[in-house]
């Protein structure tokens, strides 16, 4: 299947800080998703791409869906306490029938106070 | 309220011993999936279902069962469990069933195979 990478894989930051993590494909997704998971709980959905090139903002976030198709980015701007937490890219396989998905490895966000 | 519920939450059992976790949702969503999540491994798929009776392997299958005899319920089976099935494990639904176009996710289940 596709394989996502991440990085990096974990990050310590003063709060205030801005936070910038990638995800990379050595395929082409046509879809890109970022997703939060708390400690203790299941992923949440942050941003959904579905267009090369596609800049979204969600509150503090903004992610990017690259020209390439092969990798999009995720910004976090003045970092607080709470967004603490693993942030994982996923998209679909694109090379079945629909149905597969598959998840970075994901990065681990600590912000100090 | 929308959501996505596993049971039980935390779960210790022993070699060979089957066991359920089951998963329900109340959003109508016709795909589901189970998922293992294991430290550095980011979450792997395991199966998932587009439809009522409609299941398929995703890329971590062996050891596992599944059903969809509902729409609503996506139970994951283990006939004969193993230590290296110790994980943390999620479900998951989402409407499309284009794959997780906006997925909701279960609180998890833990589980410890001895």
């Known amino acids: 299947g596709q394989q996502l990478n991440q990085s990096p894989q974990s990050m310590f930051i003063q709060e205030g800080e801005d936070v910038s993590m990638n995800c990379t494909s050595s395929?082409?997704?046509?879809?890109w998703l970022w997703y939060k998971q708390d400690p203790g709980e299941g992923p949440v959905l942050l941003i959904a791409?579905?267009?090369?090139?596609e800049l979204t903002s969600n509150g503090r976030l903004t992610a990017q869906f690259g020209i390439t198709r092969k990798d999009s980015f995720l910004n976090i701007s003045a970092s607080i306490p709470s967004d603490v937490g693993i942030y994982f890219c996923?998209?679909?396989?694109?090379?079945?029938?629909?149905?597969?998905?598959?998840f970075g490895d994901g990065t681990t966000l600590t912000v100090k106070p | 309220e929308a959501q996505v519920t596993q049971n039980p939450r935390y779960l210790i059992t022993v070699t060979g011993k089957k066991l359920t976790v089951t998963c329900s949702q109340n959003?109508?969503?016709?795909?589901m999936s189970w998922y293992r999540q294991d430290p550095g491994l980011g979450l792997r798929q395991i199966y998932y279902?587009?439809?009522?009776?409609?299941?398929d392997k995703g890329d971590v299958p062996e050891g596992y069962k599944v059903s969809r005899k509902e729409k609503r319920n996506f139970p994951l089976i283990l006939e004969s469990p193993s230590p290296n099935q110790t994980s943390l494990y999620f479900c998951?639904?989402?409407?499309?069933?284009?794959?997780?176009?906006?997925?909701?996710f279960g609180q998890g289940t833990r589980l410890t195979v001895v």
């Open positions: 998951a639904s989402s409407l499309s069933n284009y794959v997780p176009a906006e997925a909701f």
């Open positions: 279902s587009m439809n009522v009776e409609v299941t």
């Open positions: 959003m109508n969503h016709e795909y």
């Open positions: 996923a998209g679909p396989d694109e090379n079945t029938n629909a149905g597969k998905s598959t």
């Open positions: 791409l579905y267009k090369a090139g």
């Open positions: 395929s082409i997704f046509n879809t």
